[in-house]
């Protein structure tokens, strides 16, 4: 008769060392996976707010645009003035769009007035753009309802965190910050950025030219464009 033995196997584990290795290098690729998401997260995050800045840019351009170009086209009685300065170290400017008619006794009346300027936030050390629409018209196109009579000269603020705003003139070849001739420039540049400003060494503020986002409207669509012929250069030298 053979006798059974009461001993059992016990599985081999895992020794302390091993053990704290195994946890080392999870923790090790734990670390690189959180360092690649977050060096992701933060690419991503600045691409989105550069892209938002420029999106945000465009669209006040367009608005601005909507507004020369139904004002510059109107004919005779059109007038648009620029100014330019420099405000608590912030480029900022002041574009006035006016439409004047003459009225039953032959005097001139304003029909139409959009100012569109930026001035200091100094909570926020930034720009905040503001537009009025004043005159004898009460409809608004940037509005969705007709102002009241006593919302005429109101200046209402269209958007926060400019940090650069400049409006040029169009003559010639040339730019000029202030125009103030009765007659139209050939068209109006403007800039505008909402990137983060930096101080120059003259104490102001600015930002990249690559952050800038600028459009130019012409105000004579229908003139003769003059193009200059250059002769072609000898290849060889």
Not at 42 to 62: C, N
Not at 81 to 97: D, M, P, S, V
Not at 101 to 116: A, G, M, P, R, Y
Not at 117 to 137: C, E, F, I, K, P
Request: with cysteine.
């Amino acid at each position: 008769m053979k006798k059974v033995s009461n001993t059992s196997r016990e599985a081999p584990g895992f020794s302390l060392a091993e053990v704290l290795a195994a946890l080392m290098i999870g923790a090790m690729v734990l670390v690189a996976v959180l360092g690649i998401y977050s060096r992701a997260e933060t690419g991503a995050a600045a691409i989105t707010r550069k892209l938002d800045s420029t999106r945000l840019g465009s669209e006040v351009l367009q608005r601005i645009a909507e507004d020369v170009d139904r004002i510059g086209s109107s004919g005779p009685g059109a007038k648009i003035t620029t100014e330019n300065k420099y405000q608590n170290g912030f480029w900022t400017a002041r574009l006035t769009l006016l439409r004047t008619i003459n009225n039953s006794v032959n005097e001139k009346q304003t029909f139409e007035k959009i100012v569109w300027q930026g001035n200091v936030d100094t909570d926020a050390n930034s720009l905040v753009l503001y537009r009025s629409h004043s005159g004898v018209v009460l409809e608004d196109k940037l509005l969705d309802k007709q102002k009241e009579s006593w919302e005429k000269e109101l200046f209402v603020p269209v958007c926060t965190g400019v940090t650069f705003f400049k409006v040029r003139a169009v003559h010639g070849r040339g730019l000029q910050d202030k125009w103030t001739s009765d007659s139209l420039p050939n068209g109006i540049m403007i800039t505008v950025s909402f990137a983060r400003p930096f101080k120059t060494v003259a104490g102001t503020w600015d930002v990249p030219d690559a952050e800038k986002t600028t459009r130019t409207i012409a105000l004579s669509k229908n003139r003769k464009i003059k193009f200059m012929f250059t002769k072609k250069g000898d290849e060889n030298k």
